[in-house]
């Protein structure tokens, strides 16, 4: 018998699919012509999990429950198959493991993402993962999120077997070659995996992966849940697993990364494009400069497959380029990351060259030139000239008015930000400038490519810094007054580190480059940053910046900086006083929230959550605690924010202006994320 899902979009386990599927198992169960079961399912994917929009609702406690699901499905006097294409993952694999035999198509990736969402998984699937894919696989899969594929899966036991061609007609074959064998196979019964595991596989697995866990509670959970697999009996460790399950549940941290799951997705949508708007074709993608920014854009579109043909002034620049990317791709090979064959197809698909004619056959054109308007200008009304009919425009500026650059071209209506974040290959946020000219097409293009370059797109209006720096500049006004009020760059450091950030804003000067943005004239010196600059602390790439660094890159505090910052205060008349950890987070992270309300204010970001996904893809901001704007209404709350402004009003003076939106939605006890 056949029993198939159909769910669409990816067949998650909501309270209508887990009672279709315990409804079939007794179906199969009472029919005597039946002799197994295949469960499968219909569309883009098997079981992608629990419903999660279910999650806090009375749907998710409603009968059957996806712990008597699995019970049920493991009980079946007949054999019961998994045939798994897409991906199987949280309660999704719960389901496959329950089953007596799992198939797959080779392209199928299978995981426990549940630690992504603040949880584990918690329909014995911290039991049964262990006792067939092993204590090591199991912790890794679910401490991490990390998915496997079909083919890893089956090297270690999670697949009985790799189908290549129709899933479901094979997964029947298999079904009747196992029909016979008895007794079944229980996962929850088997023991030759999870016995003699030693203390030490968990402890160096948590050592080995301390940074990535710092602040998160569910990994630690996860790690402890499977543990309990190698000491108790199966019936005794679905008991732990069920409390540590609802100790993570009614956490803050679980709402939050719950919260951002559907945070990020909602990003990718666009509220007030047509329906019938439809995707311009994105062939080739041209990129003007072969810089850092430029080579780790580059990178992104042929890691997927898309041509680029590169452009820069100088065979020089062009050679060093080109030669970073070749550096950058070997050294991901060396990880595992790429295998040579892909690195040569990617090396394959670049066509450097000094032609700026080239880019002629290119339907979208990223500019990563030189921040200066007079420079961007110049590169577009030149593109504007060469530019097929139809092709997207794009700047990559971080700051500069994006309305500004369009009008400099006869075409403002192809032409976007694409604001990508250093290093481009790496980080995952790409903000989508939206000009006012901007077309429809053009926009929803950005975002599907997006996609298709594995970055979460969020659309901003134009205005200095977007999203993300813009909210970046009022904590770094208050934070370089606080270091001149009393503070020291490795105070201010700590808070935000403690904080769960994973630096601090004078640890990302350092790493950025202090000198960015600098007037360059050593002369002039109107700040610390200037003076610092003067003497050649330009950052980590110096050796140093507010920090001493050694050899090793670690950094000191040091006294230089301090006697610096000291006779500044002295100079400007700054009286010198203790600063709380209190005040460094008042001043610079409640300004940010403050300055997020003004963007939502101007409609320049399209929802709040929109703010929190840039911060957490952005700049680390700790998913646990949502975004900012997720944790000033449900951590710090609004009232408290307005209070903590208010009081250090006098000392912000005309750097803070109060969002009338934060003092509204603070008085009447709204908030700004649902
Ligand atoms: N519950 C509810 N809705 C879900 C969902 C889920 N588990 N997974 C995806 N969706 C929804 C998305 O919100 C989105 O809805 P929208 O179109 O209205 O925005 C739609 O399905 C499509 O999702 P994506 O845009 O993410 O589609 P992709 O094709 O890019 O990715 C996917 C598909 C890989 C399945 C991805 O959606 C995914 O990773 N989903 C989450 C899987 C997950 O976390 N599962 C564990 C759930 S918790 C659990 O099982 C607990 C158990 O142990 C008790």
Redesign the pocket.
Known sequence: MIVESNNP??N??GHAVRKGLVEAIEAAEADEAVKAVVIACAG??FF??????EFGTPKAFEAPM?PQVVDRIEACTKPVVAAIHG?A????L?VALSCHYRVAVPSAKLGT??V??G?L???G?TQRLPRVAGVEKALEMCATGNQVSAKQASDFGLVDRLIEGDLLPHAVAYAEEVRDIRPLPKSSERQDRVEGVADSVFDDFRKANARKFRGFDAPEANIQAVKVATQKPYGEGVLEERRLFMELMSGKQAKAQQYF??AE??AAKIDDIPDDTRPRDIRRVGVIGAGTMGGGISMNFLSAGIPVTIVEMSQDALDRGTGVVRKNYEASAAKGRFTGEQVQQAMGNLNPTLDFDALAECDLIIEAVYENMDVKKEVFGRLDKIAKQGAILASNTSYLNVNEIAASTSRPQDVVGLHFFSPANIMKLLEVVRGDKTAPDVLLTAMQLAKRIRKVAVVAGVCHGFIGNRMLMPRQVEATKLLLEGASPEQVDRVHVEFGMPMGPFQMADLAGVDIGWHRDPNRIENVRDALCAIDRWGQKKGAGFYDYDERRQPSPSPKVQQIIEDFAAQQGVERREITDQEIIERTIYTMVNEGAKILEEGMAQRASDIDVVWVYGYGWPVYKGGPMFWADNYEKLDTIVAGLKRNEERMGDDASFSQLLLDKAEKGEKFTR
Do not use: H, M, W, Y
């Open positions: 979009p990816v998650a386990l883009q994917t992608a999990g629990a419903d999660v929009s996806l991906t993952l949280g309660g999704g719960e993402p549940e992504k969402l949880i998984p918690g329909a699937g799951f559907f997705r909602k």
